[in-house]
């Protein structure tokens, strides 16, 4: 009896732990993200031309699992772990992120910037 009320109680944690991953995507907080992010882009032409044609169209739509543009709280934990080791989850690919973030001719110098713009860690540049 009892085994059978905990096996119940642990699918039922697990399902309200997936509706909250879901809502976390999907649910109104995640529109509101997504909406900040869309209005963000770098003031630098260049940078903004790379970031309109390839980061772009993954860190603005919560659906993919990225760290959305300017979603400080997302990308902190990130960033924690150093610019050295964001680049090379972009250089190599990261989860659901593809080699280089579909920017075939960015420079190292370039994705750092990027990340800088999207973290929001310091003044878009
Ligand atoms: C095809 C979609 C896609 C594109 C394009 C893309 N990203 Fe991502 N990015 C993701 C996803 C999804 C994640 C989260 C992966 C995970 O945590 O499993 C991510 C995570 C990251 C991370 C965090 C990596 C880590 O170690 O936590 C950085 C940095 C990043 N992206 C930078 C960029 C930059 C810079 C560009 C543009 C040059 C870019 N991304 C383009 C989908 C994309």
Same mark, same amino acid.
Do not use: I
């Given at each position: 009896m009892m085994r059978r009320c905990t096996g119940k109680i642990v699918l039922l944690a697990a399902l309200v732990m997936l509706v909250a991953a879901c809502e976390d995507r999907n649910g109104p907080a995640a529109a509101q993200r997504e909406l900040l992010s869309r209005q963000l882009v770098p003031t630098d032409k260049a940078l903004a031309a790379i970031y309109l044609r390839s980061c772009r169209s993954c860190h603005t739509v919560a659906a993919t699992g990225s760290p959305l543009t300017g979603?400080?709280?997302a990308w902190a934990p990130r960033m924690?772990? &150093?610019?050295e080791v964001m680049l090379n989850s972009v250089i190599? &690919?990261?989860g659901g992120m593809p080699p280089l973030g579909l920017c075939m001719d960015c420079s190292p110098d370039q994705f750092e910037s990027l990340i800088r713009f999207m973290a929001q860690t310091e003044h878009a540049p």
């Open positions: 979603d400080r709280a924690a772990k &150093g610019m190599s &690919g990261f």
